[in-house]
């Protein structure tokens, strides 16, 4: 990896955990992460639970098969 991209991911973990995001209420965490898979090329799509929550998915095709990420905050 290189020193560029490491710097890249140091930044936008550092933006992601300014944003405040208690559990059921992580909604603008989650539509940072959507926006920055969408410039990425991917086609996130968020799902809201209750009022302020959501999580967002993504499918990354890899070949013939699509790699699976989880994360939980």
């Given at each position: 990896?290189?020193?560029?991209?490491?710097?890249?991911?140091?930044?936008?973990?550092?933006?992601?955990?300014?944003?405040?995001?208690?559990?059921?209420?992580?909604?603008?965490?989650?539509?940072f992460?959507?926006?920055?898979?969408?410039?990425?090329?991917y086609?996130?799509q968020?799902?809201?639970?209750?009022?302020?929550?959501?999580?967002?998915?993504?499918?990354?095709?890899?070949?013939?098969?699509?790699?699976?990420?989880?994360?939980?905050?």
């Amino acid at each position: 990896m290189t020193k560029e991209v490491q710097a890249y991911f140091l930044d936008t973990l550092q933006k992601l955990v300014e944003i405040e995001s208690v559990s059921c209420h992580e909604k603008r965490a989650a539509e940072f992460v959507a926006q920055k898979l969408e410039k990425m090329g991917y086609t996130p799509q968020l799902h809201l639970v209750g009022e302020d929550g959501a999580n967002v998915t993504a499918r990354i095709p890899k070949g013939g098969d699509d790699i699976r990420i989880f994360m939980s905050g």
